[in-house]
T-cell receptor
Framework: AQRVTQPEKLLSVFKGAPVELKCNYS??????LFWYVQYSRQRLQLLLR??SRESIKGFTADLNKGETSFHLKKPFAQEEDSAMYYC??????????FGKGTKLSVIP | ETGVTQSPTHLIKTRGQQVTLRCSSQ?????VSWYQQALGQGPQFIFQ???????GRGNFPPRFSGLQFPNYSSELNVNALELDDSALYLC????????????FGSGTRLTVV
């Protein structure tokens, strides 16, 4: 069965500091990995997916199959990055399995 | 281009009752998935519909059922409500079975008392 682990419920960083939100997954085969973000009072939205290898809002994430990780990183945190972040995995018909989420708080 | 809309936004039901939640997919999307998000948890996959057929199901009992209509709007029905069914129910639509990523609705907050 697919499983996604986000070990931190809450992560607080100062503005301008680097950010790393951890995500580990278990999946047999070739999974698709995603990061979704939910800003305050907004709906869940796709931030990035590993196959596109994009950088969105300064965030990047590299799939490490050896460590089964897909950590989300940003070199300099901004106040507007404060949100709930969910890592998710899916394959085939993209029936997503989500982690429990990490709340990122950027301190001004 | 419209997004995903869900109705109602909030709902209170009594244990044992039945409930129907509705979702209007984003224009051009033929795939819809439903998720249950309990407080403090990530969304949990309930089932997916593609071109009006169920295309996958998560670990939910048969009292959770759904429909997708020719215009790709969708319903989630829950029978014999239990207290643990209290959650935020999210609808997400996509084209091509989710390959382009999902667009989520704002959800329906169901409270079972």
């Amino acid at each position: 069965a697919q499983r996604v682990t986000q070990p931190e419920k809450l992560l607080s960083v100062f503005k301008g500091a680097p950010v790393e939100l951890k995500c580990n997954y278990s999946y047999s085969g070739s999974p698709e990995l995603f990061w979704y973000v939910q800003y305050s009072r907004q709906r869940l939205q796709l931030l990035l997916r590993h196959i596109s290898r994009e950088s969105i809002k300064g965030f990047t994430a590299d799939l490490n199959k050896g460590e089964t990780s897909f950590h989300l990183k940003k070199p300099f945190a901004q106040e507007e990055d404060s949100a709930m972040y969910y890592c998710a995995t899916g394959a085939g018909s993209y029936q997503l399995t989500f982690g429990k989420g990490t709340k990122l708080s950027v301190i001004p | 281009e419209t997004g995903v809309t869900q109705s109602p936004t909030h709902l209170i039901k009594t244990r044992g009752q039945q409930v129907t939640l509705r979702c209007s997919s984003q224009s051009g999307h033929n795939t819809v998935s439903w998720y249950q998000q309990a407080l403090g948890q990530g969304p949990q996959f309930i089932f997916q519909y593609y071109r009006e057929e169920e295309n996958g199901r998560g670990n939910f009992p048969p009292r959770f059922s759904g429909l997708q209509f020719p215009n790709y709007s969708s319903e989630l029905n829950v029978n014999a409500l239990e207290l643990d069914d209290s959650a935020l129910y999210l609808c997400a639509s996509s084209s091509a079975l989710g390959r382009g990523g999902y667009t989520f609705g704002s959800g329906t907050r169901l409270t079972v008392v």
